[in-house]
DNA sequence: TTGCTCCTCACGTCACGTGAGGTGGC
DNA sequence: TTGCTCCTCACGTCACGTGAGGTGGC
């Protein structure tokens, strides 16, 4: 760890292309400490061993990584702890960048022009058993916590001995859509039995009985608040809404193929209980 | 126009999947009205036939547009403006998506260890006569401005019939590394002549002689710093570094041909006069 | 009357950028 | 001595999120 030659903090900038204020900011954020201070008049000075250090940072903001993970990659004692942080970083940017792609499609539908609407139709759901499991979960996370509770759901299943009696569904309270974080509630409906009690998170809970209009969203979830927008449309200009949570059911999904385009999601929400 | 039914705000939340707080801050910011506000209350009221503006929205706002410029994009007069400004977008987003992989290419490069670096050699570069572009730009422009700048010089070349004599480089004062925004020049050496002035933003100007050390970066622009920390640690560490504007030389650039990998640039610190 | 929804400030977040105002070294 | 580089606050930016504290409608 010999020190090979210190650099003004000018001069690490021009040779790091981090701005003097962005290295200023490293330090203060512990991130990038320079290797000597003067103890006097405060100036920095930068080894030429820190450059590698350096252009890693600059590399990882480039990809957002935000600072602070940013100095546990580099504080990581192992290189294995730290290419795992690279590397599941790498894969929600991945995530990211498909969001982005079905943000640019999802556009050109909109401007397109309004698609033709499925037709709402409205429905009784009458009362069933189901195992459920239930978590505060913000709108960026449902959809892995929706595999990851699934995964449970079907685990819990077969070693309680129960039948599924339907297909998978959630419950939306409306404060998840208003502060995009809230209590979901993933259930799958079974054949009521005596059975043993489900284990960890899974309970056996009794999903309620409901009135609601249902529209089917075909294709991938990112574009599901047009579906949302449609059925809303729909049950507005009725004047039959009722409070109560929104609950879809995910008569396809991506436990069932990789093909999103295949994907059938039934949303449904609230009506009044008069409502032929 | 019709009013069709009218939404809380919570409602209009659920069928756009966007967040109280944010349709709160597009009402603020001038980039969606509510359709009623009560005079005593203030509560919001949306229309149903605000939903597909909502929608579109949320798909600019997942593309990282400004509310600013999608404030813009909405109030559009016609659809041409409109469609333009978001495919101007997309292409900025496509450019930002080039840098992401670069970044990711980078970085693995980085993290498989230091690559064999090309010697450095020491130079002296006389004075030369050339046509020049200068202009305030930020980092982040640099490379478009760089483009546009070598078309007005190639340009005014012919229109002043004057003979190109050597490949165009740019001069970069310290400051713009430093705050990432200074003034550029960049330039192409020509064989003095008794010709008319140059028009518009090309000037003739003298590029003064300089005593550098140059590194030749292969590839990308986007990797270059990673020469410039290469060339820097070597000047730092035989201690021979002046003051000077850094200059860069386009030996094989976009102009010459789109496989970045052939590109090929010299890249020069200035260093002592003495240095042998 | 009790929840629930809605409201308006005021402040926090994140990674710096932008001055203001001042000092040190050649 | 004059520039130039460096320093430290303090505040701004952007798109909201996070409470605090309070009101209206069923």
């Not at 590698?52 to 935000?66: E, G, H, K, S, T």
């Not at 970083?89 to 995530?95: F, G, K």
Request: proline share 6%; hydrophobic share 45%.
């Amino acid at each position: 760890m010999m020190i090979m030659a210190l650099l003004t903090i000018g001069d690490f900038s021009r040779m790091t292309h981090l701005s003097v204020k962005a290295l200023r900011h490293y330090h203060d954020m512990g991130v990038l400490e320079p290797a000597v201070i003067d103890p006097f008049t405060g100036y920095r000075s930068y080894d030429t061993g820190q450059v590698p250090a350096a252009q890693v940072i600059r590399r990882l903001r480039d990809l957002n990584m935000p600072l602070d993970q940013i100095r546990a990659v580099l504080g990581a004692p192992d290189v294995d702890v730290r290419s795992q942080e690279i590397m599941a970083h790498l894969s929600r940017m991945e995530r990211q960048l498909q969001q982005t792609q079905a943000a640019v499609a999802g556009l050109r539908a909109l401007l397109a022009g309004p698609a033709a609407r499925p037709a709402v139709e409205v429905r009784a759901i009458p009362a069933v058993t189901a195992l459920a499991v239930r978590d505060t979960v913000t709108a960026a996370d449902a959809p892995v916590w929706g595999l990851d509770a699934f995964g449970s759901l079907t685990a819990a299943l077969s070693s309680a001995g129960l039948t599924a009696a339907g297909c998978p569904g959630a419950l939306f309270p409306s404060e998840f859509f208003e502060t995009e974080r809230g209590e979901l509630t993933l259930f799958l409906p079974v054949v009521p039995a005596v059975a043993s009690a489900p284990a960890g998170r899974v309970q056996l809970m009794e999903v309620p009985a409901a009135e609601v209009a249902v529209m089917t969203h075909e294709g991938a979830a990112d574009d599901i608040d047009r579906t949302y927008g449609a059925l809303g449309t729909a049950v507005a200009e009725r004047a039959i809404g009722v409070d109560g949570p929104i609950r879809e059911y995910y008569l396809v999904s991506v436990v069932d193929t990789d093909d999103e385009r295949e994907h059938r999601t039934e949303v449904c929400w609230p009506v009044f209980r008069t409502a032929a």
